[in-house]
């Protein structure tokens, strides 16, 4: 079994490879999620917008580790960032998951006229009241991240992010890096695009490994940042897995660093402005 990295932080412990549960539904996800548990998995996402906490949380059931040996990670989604709304989707998640905590719980995207304090203050009684361990965002770009922090409402644990190989997020990076806050990158392999660049797979033949792996080991080299790759066939999480081994050098990094860096793949209409 390949040891996963563990990314600590002064809010969280998290192992750095997780897996990702976005499409996956019904038996499916469950036998995914069971599955993925017995191959060494310990970090799950979900989100009550995904439509499978039940799924994840008998999948959970199935696997056969301890509850507090596993990360579990859940989100609200947007339209719900009113405090009573944060408040009775922190306890519809818990109750389908069939758990009496979350590790994490995040707002899933930032709502465009949301009142930013009121939903931190929001995120605070949760993690009072002992539904979740930590909390934090997702898709929050730099300076609203920053207001976050500089509400002082809450500490921020986590902010999850598209992150891939064509997508910087070295300023939000930086940012995260200083206050302490795990990064998070979702579509960690950009839908799959990078297994035909040829980039990707000259390094990928060059270690005897996939394309998907070397974006994978891209992201684990980088301090502070954790992946979640969905993958519902046993194959495919055992390969996500093992990428925690890869070791890139100097020349395939640098060959990394010069592909485009601009390539967005995750951004519907209520996406909040990203270069700010």
């Not at 998640?93 to 979350?102: A, F, I």
């Not at 992201?219 to 790759?229: K, N, Y």
Request: glycine share 8%; charged share 20%; aromatic share 6%.
């Amino acid at each position: 079994m390949t040891a996963v990295p563990v990314l600590e932080t002064p809010h969280l412990r998290l192992p750095r490879l997780g897996l990702g549960t976005w499409e996956l539904r019904g038996e499916a996800c469950a036998s995914a999620v069971a599955g993925a548990i017995g191959l060494g998995y310990r970090h799950l996402d979900t989100a009550e917008m995904y439509g499978n906490e039940d799924a994840v949380g008998q999948g959970i059931a199935r696997g056969g580790v301890a509850r507090r040996d596993l990360f579990l990670t859940s989100k609200v989604w947007w339209t719900n960032l009113l405090p009573d709304g944060i408040r009775r989707g922190a306890e519809a998640s818990l109750r389908r998951l069939g758990t009496e905590y979350l590790d994490l719980y995040l707002v899933h995207w930032p709502a465009p006229a949301m009142d930013l304090d009121a939903v931190l203050r929001a995120m605070a009684a949760v993690k009072a009241a002992g539904q979740a361990r930590a909390v934090g965002v997702a898709n929050f770009p730099t300076s609203l991240l920053r207001r976050a922090l500089e509400s002082g409402m809450v500490p921020i644990a986590c902010n999850q992010v598209e992150y891939h190989v064509y997508l910087s997020q070295a300023p939000l990076l930086d940012l995260c890096r200083r206050e302490g806050i795990a990064l998070t990158a979702y579509t960690p392999i950009a839908k799959g695009q990078v297994t035909a660049d040829p980039v990707m797979r000259r390094i990928a033949a060059k270690h005897g490994a996939s394309p998907i792996q070397v974006a994978l080991a891209w992201l684990l080299a980088q301090p502070g940042v954790a992946a979640i790759p969905k993958s519902g066939r046993a194959e495919g999480q055992r390969a996500n897995l093992e990428a925690a081994a890869l070791r890139l050098d100097a020349e395939d990094l640098a060959a990394i660093a010069a592909l485009p860096k601009d390539r967005r793949l995750v951004n519907p209409s209520f996406a909040p402005p990203w270069d700010r």
